[in-house]
């Protein structure tokens, strides 16, 4: 069972907080139905990148060097912004809650992936109709969008910049340039 997005199309910013693995992170997400775009907070060689899901492909952006990294669009990474998720087999309501100023519907949800079943607690904002807060039930994993604002994202956005160049130019055998990343860093 594949989840439908709705009829309209969703146009929305905000800063998206991710916590997994012990870890946060936080990063401004600009997203529209079949393009985002993630403006990373934390500190790394990449710090923005842009997910092309028309085009298939993710632009991972260093922006102090000038160059990107494209890599093929892999489905996993799309945020999960619509109230029904993909596979969901269940939905019950179990609670009410102020998120972020807005006023929030709680759910417990059941998504039926293959032979695995995962739950999942979503806060869906019902003044605004987006989903504020999901969290694996075990606690494993959690995002949430803060200070979201529904309207009109700018295509520039979601272009690479006309100065960058590609990383794989200083990847071929031919080319003796010095590597433009640390040895640990991973793209």
Do not use: C
């Not at 916590?19 to 907070?41: M, P, V």
């Amino acid at each position: 069972m594949i989840a439908q997005a709705p009829a309209w199309a969703l146009e929305f910013s905000a800063d998206q907080v991710t916590r997994a693995n012990g870890k946060t992170h936080i990063s401004n997400i600009f997203y529209r139905d079949d393009r985002w775009r993630l403006e990373h907070q934390d500190i790394g060689p990449v710090n923005v990148t842009i997910v092309r899901k028309d085009k298939q492909v993710m632009w991972l952006l260093l922006s102090r060097l000038k160059h990107y990294k494209e890599i093929p669009y892999d489905s996993a990474q799309a945020p999960k912004v619509y109230e029904k998720l993909e596979g969901e087999v269940s939905r019950d309501k179990i609670g009410t809650e102020t998120l972020d100023g807005h006023p929030t519907a709680l759910y417990e949800i059941r998504v039926q992936e293959g032979d695995r079943t995962d739950t999942y607690y979503q806060w869906l904002a019902t003044d605004i109709h987006f989903p504020l807060k999901l969290a694996k039930k075990d606690g494993s994993w959690i995002v949430e969008y803060r200070r979201v604002r529904i309207g009109h994202v700018s295509d520039f956005l979601f272009q690479l910049p006309v100065n960058f160049q590609p990383l794989e130019r200083f990847d071929g055998p031919k080319e003796k340039a010095p590597s433009v990343l640390p040895p640990d860093a991973k793209m």
